[in-house]
Structures are given as structure tokens and as C-alpha cells.
């Protein structure tokens, strides 16, 4: 009875407990839904907004475009600036070029100017030389060229081979032959020789031994290795031009042959003394023979070149050179040793060259 009666009366005390509780859940559980419901309208709104600036950046992007599209729409004044610095830009080029104010005709001239300027390469060559030469040694004063012009002047050939390793310089070597001249001193020729008489023994006219100009000749055989060294600037250039002048340096060896007294008249054949002095009618005059004045015997020296060459290129494979040289060797070249250091054969020759 008792444990019947406790069990009613937790019954009754706990019965509104558990209403309240059931309240407070209920109450809760509304909260949370209204909670949901105001999140979800809240990232509807979010979406919408996102949408409504998605639209208004395309919206802006658009009209940007359109006023940049607009603003870079070039004016008639703007056209006619860029055709001008276009055309001055091209006469710009032209006058570098050099083509300015050309005719079809000069156009065409031009064309195959450049188409030279790549083909007719210049590498591998070999040509030759006619020259003329003068023979500045001893007594070079007591026979002025303008004097004794043919009596001084030689002449000679010379062939030589060689190669471009650019177009401002190139290297070549070659052999020379030349016939050279020199004349005895003055006092010998004008004075001791030409005062040699002979009086026939039954009367008459005195005889003069000697009449000429006192030249000698001799043969000279030169072997030379030469640097050319174009100093005109075209080579430089990105245009064909056909003459070239190349600064020439180089080495050598100059022989000298035999010398031979020109037209010696009746000298050849006086007796001569140990000393080489002539002997006229049994005497020995004063006047010493060419044997005594010039060592006839060859000569071998080392010798030194400087010159200049004019090179005119006249087609694909051809050239004509006219050349100023001077070669520089020592001073028994010619027979004579006087007081100078060095003889000089000064050399003008032209010629033809072939390149390969």
C-alpha cells in the first residue's frame, strides 16, 4: 500500500517537470527552423547579388570596350602623321642606300650592282706585269732621267699568285725579271773616258776612244712576298665598287747579274794594268776601266718592298692593276759601292689578274 502510494505521489511531482521540458524542446526546435528558414533567404539573396554583380562587371567590361574601341579609332590627321613618318622612314632607307630619285634604268643598275657585290668574290688569283723601271743608286745625279731617258729606263716582267682572306686584305707572292741600268760616274765617263784619243801614226785627226753615255746594264731577278691592305674604305661599304688601291708591304731577295758597259766603242779593247787603268799607245792613262769602276760579278741581297696598287675590276674573273713599287735592297746591287746604304729600283708597272 505504501509502495503504491510513492510511487503516485513522483507521478504527480514529475508530470509537470516533464511538460516543461517537453516545451522548452518544442520551443527549440521552432527556433532552429526559423534559424534555417532566415539562412536560406539569406544565400538567396547572396546568390541574387553575386547574379546582379556578375552583370554589372559584363555590363561595365562592354561599355569600357566599346569607349576603348572609341577612343583608339584613328582620325584622318592621325592617318596622314603615320603615312608620313612611313614615307620618310622609306627615303630615309633610300638615301642609306643611295637609291633615291632612280629610274628604272638606274634601278636595274643597282640590282646588279648588289648581285656583284655577292658574286664577284674575290679569294684565289694569279697575274702579271709589264713594268717599267729606274735604277736610283750611286750616281743617280750624274744621269737625270729627263736627260738619258732611254739610255735609263728598263723594262721588266713580273707574274705573281695570291689570295684574299678578306675584303680589305690579302697576301701574294711572286717573281720578277727585269732588265735595269745604271750609269758610271761623271768624272769617268765625261772627263777620264771621253778624253781618251788615239793619233793615227801618219798623220791626222785624233780618235776618240769612247762617245756613249757610260750605261751599263744587268739582269735583276727579284723573289718577293707582299701583304695588301685595301685603304680605300669601300670594302667597308655594302656596295660594289671596282677600284680598289691596296698599301702594299714586303719582303725579298734581289739578285743582280752580270754587268755590261752599253756600246763600250774601242774600250773592250784596251790593255788594261793590274790596277784596271787603261793603256793608250803603250801608256797608262788616267782613266780607270768599267772592270775598275763596277764589280761585274752577281750579287744576292735581301731586300724591302713598298708600294701601291690601283685595282680595277672590269669583270667576273678579271682585273687590271697599274702598281707604283719601290724596292729597297743594299748597295752593291748595282756594282757600285759608294756612300749611300741602300740602292733603290723604283718600278711602274700594269697588268692583267685573274681570279678564281
Known sequence: MKKTLTIALLTAFLMPVHAQDLEAVQKAAEEARKAEARAAEARKNAEEAAKRAEEARK???????????????????????????????EKSEQKREGRIGRTAT??????KNQEKLH????KWFAGGNLSANLCVADNITDHPPFRYFSDAIGLGLEVYAGKYFDRKLGARVGLGVHNVKNRVD????DQAWAALTITPEEGGDP????????????????LYADAMFDVTGVALTNKFYPLHVHAIVGVGM????????????RLNSLEQTEDHFYIVNGQQTGAQSFEGRVKKGSHVGIAGRLGLMFDYRFSQKLSADFELM???TDDKFEGIKYDEPFDILVKLSGGIRYYF
Open 59 to 89: 555590363k561595365a567590361s562592354k561599355n569600357a570596350g566599346a569607349r576603348t574601341s572609341t577612343s583608339t579609332m584613328p582620325t584622318e590627321e592621325f592617318l596622314k602623321l603615320v603615312e608620313e613618318q612611313k614615307r620618310m622612314k
Open 106 to 111: 638606274d634601278s636595274l643598275r643597282w640590282m
Open 119 to 122: 658574286t664577284w668574290n674575290r
Open 186 to 189: 761623271y768624272e769617268t765617263v
Open 207 to 222: 780618235i776618240h776612244l769612247y762617245t756613249d753615255n757610260g750605261f751599263f746594264r744587268f739582269t735583276a731577278m727579284e
Open 254 to 265: 734581289m739578285m743582280s747579274g752580270t754587268k755590261a758597259l752599253k756600246n763600250p766603242g
Open 326 to 328: 719601290t724596292t729597297f
